[in-house]
């Protein structure tokens, strides 16, 4: 099974300030017959299923704010948020989708509010 | 607007079955890859089932395989989720959601609020 990795566990950045959260995958997630990283971020709030922000890496979900973006291949990630806001307070969670299952998620990280 | 409703949670000693129910609604459910995704209260997620559109590929993780299985009806436009000889462990919320596309090896890109299952004596 492919072992999702994140860091750190938990991040806490001012209001205004850069996030990023990283994830890295046991094998490459990445599908050389298209060039598509199967990887994907979701943000779940307290209390809510989780929310999609990304898949392919680094393609945003329709309606996501452009200050959440993905970037990485083969084996290591990155989510990163320009400038933090309130309603970011969240958990992150990355998943590969990659060939056959388990389709694993990372442990996820705690963003708060510094 | 896409909407998944869970039901068929609750409460169910160890060793007995439950079967958990996935209503689907918004979108062409026979078009679409379908999954459970589980998550132990404060915990993190756990990918347990998928099945793709026309249910010619199932896949479970490991840690219910053997025990768990999914299926679906087009006619009901509903998900299904059989849990046999069920365990302490197996305790958490349970969500539906949809793939993004036919096939299984899909991520999520709707979910549902989930259904609470808790395996205790």
């Known amino acids: 099974d492919i072992v999702m990795t994140q860091s750190p566990d938990s991040l806490a950045v001012s209001l205004g300030e850069r996030a990023a959260i990283n994830c890295k995958s046991s094998q490459s997630v990445l599908y050389f017959s298209n060039n598509k990283n199967y990887l994907a971020w979701y943000q779940q709030k307290p209390g809510q299923p989780p929310k999609l922000l990304i898949h392919s890496a680094s393609t945003r979900e329709s309606g996501v704010p452009d200050r959440f973006s993905g970037s990485g291949s083969g084996t290591d990630f990155t989510l990163t948020i320009s400038s933090l806001q309130a309603e970011d307070v969240a958990v992150y969670y990355c998943q590969q989708y990659y060939s056959t299952p388990p389709y694993t998620f990372g442990q996820g990280t705690k963003l708060e509010i510094k | 607007e896409v909407q998944l409703v869970e039901s068929g949670g609750g409460l169910v000693q160890p060793g007995r079955s439950l079967r958990l129910s996935c209503a689907a609604s918004?979108?062409?459910?026979?078009?679409?890859?379908m999954h459970w995704v589980r998550q132990v209260p404060g915990k993190g997620l756990e990918w347990v089932s998928g099945i793709s559109w026309n249910s010619g590929n199932i896949g479970y993780a490991d840690s219910v395989k053997g025990r768990f299985t999914i299926s679906r009806d087009s006619a009901k436009n509903s998900l299904y989720l059989q849990m046999n000889s069920l365990r302490t462990e197996d305790t958490a919320l349970y969500f539906c959601?949809?793939?993004?596309?036919?096939?299984?090896?899909?991520?999520?890109?709707?979910w549902g609020q989930g259904t609470l299952v808790t395996v205790s004596s």
């Open positions: 918004g979108f062409t459910f026979d078009d679409y890859a």
């Open positions: 959601a949809k793939g993004y596309t036919y096939g299984f090896n899909s991520y999520q890109d709707y």
